[in-house]
């Protein structure tokens, strides 16, 4: 099992790599006409699918040495996230040939995995509610439907980013750069929980739990600016907390996830001052002259054609499935559970996309606008659901 594990591990850090040397491969690509790419285009698509073959090799080796489908927990549901976002792209690209997609769904698909990277890698036995064949029926299905419905959000990005008047700063600029500021922010994440993870920072708290009747303890990473509700700092020469977290955040380690969150913003923030400074100018600006090749129209297709076969296997894994399983787990198909409203939040608005796009006539730059709100509909689920709100589904 050991052994297994190991490669496992050796197999996403291989599939890592190569899925950026395939992003510098699609740079090529990009803001010229050379005859060379076409080549650096093969390079980079072949690179890629072998990319995903070492990550699927990952998926099921870490299957066989846990022997469960290893989506069970937040590094391992963002990592095949991940692998789904860049099946998502391969399917797509043979479809319309569009390269600068690479440019820009590689390195999303590389912040997914990086920021799972971040999170407890060991493999734990199920709870009973997770020991059933729908763990991997809904939550697969779920994952494939959200890497494939990112693309729609890449596509729609490029869209923005080409199409936008990026001379004067307008409403519509400043949204745009609000974007890519939350791409930064991840990148935040990973800079934060890297550097305290080599410093090997430690601070514990003890904190009644959430009936008051017994004390626990939960370990921070990060230098404690939000202390959980009650919370006790007993961990000496650490930095003492600025602030509590509210009481209706009090659940199981809430307040370690809270402060990992406040220190990504404080992280993330910093790197995007400092491109700004570097290029003074909007990102969005410093990359539109390397768009002038791609087409609008083919994006907008890209960006419909995403959302049309991503929301029907929404619908399987994130409504139909889930009921299924909440009913054989919990023994109701339905209970408003933060996560629950959140994935019919999902569903709704992905459906008033296909309507809007369908009936409204909803194309170009709409479109492109809704595939980016729907994108962080699908990341508030997964960040701030995840690890901010308790509930039955809620990943420690």
Do not use: C
């Not at 799972?116 to 020991?131: C, D, H, K, R, V």
């Not at 064949?133 to 080409?162: C, D, E």
């Not at 002038?292 to 499935?321: H, M, Q």
């Amino acid at each position: 099992m050991y052994n297994l594990i190991e490669l496992s591990s050796t197999l996403l850090y291989t599939a890592f790599f190569l899925y950026l040397v395939a992003t510098l491969f699609f740079s090529f690509t990009i803001g010229s006409k050379r005859k060379s790419d076409g080549k650096a285009a093969k390079i980079g698509i072949t690179l890629t699918i072998i990319g995903f073959l070492t990550q699927l090799g990952y998926f099921i080796t870490r299957w066989i040495g846990s022997g469960h489908a290893p989506v069970s927990n937040l590094f391992e549901y963002m990592t095949f996230f991940g692998m789904a976002t860049v099946l998502g792209f391969i399917i797509l690209y043979f479809i319309y040939k569009v390269t600068v997609l690479g440019l820009f769904a590689l390195p999303i698909a590389l912040i997914i995995i990086a920021y799972a990277s971040m999170f407890p890698t060991e493999i734990s036995p199920l709870i009973p509610s997770l020991q059933s064949h729908w763990l991997y029926i809904h939550v697969t299905t779920v994952s494939l439907s959200q890497g494939i419905l990112t693309i729609s959000f890449v596509s729609g990005l490029i869209y923005l980013i080409r199409q936008i008047d990026q001379t004067k700063t307008t409403k519509r600029t400043t949204w745009l750069e609000l974007i890519l500021y939350g791409l930064v922010l991840f990148i935040g994440f990973i800079i934060s929980s890297t550097l305290f993870n080599v410093m090997n920072y430690q601070a514990v708290f003890e904190y009644p739990n959430t009936t008051g009747e017994t004390m626990v303890q939960t370990e921070y990473h990060m230098p404690a600016i939000a202390a959980p509700t009650d919370g006790k700092l007993i961990t000496d020469g650490v930095m003492k907390p600025w602030f509590e977290i509210p009481e209706w955040m009090h659940g199981t380690d809430a307040g370690r996830k809270f402060n990992t969150l406040i220190w990504s913003f404080i992280f993330g923030t910093g790197l995007y001052l400092l491109l700004r400074l570097v290029f003074r100018k909007r990102i969005g600006a410093t990359i539109q002259p390397l768009l002038k090749k791609a087409r609008p129209d083919l994006l907008d297709e890209i960006t419909y054609r995403s959302v049309a076969i991503g929301f029907p296997l929404f619908t399987l894994g994130g409504l139909i499935f889930a009921s299924i399983w909440a009913e054989e787990a919990w023994g109701r198909f339905w209970g408003w559970d933060p996560k629950e409203v959140w994935a019919l939040i999902t569903w709704f608005f992905y459906a008033a996309f296909l309507h809007l796009r369908l009936s409204r006539g909803w194309h170009g730059e709409k479109s492109a606008w809704l595939a980016a709100i729907g994108f962080g509909i699908i990341m508030f689920n997964l960040i701030v659901v995840n690890l901010v709100l308790a509930g039955l589904h809620s990943y420690a």
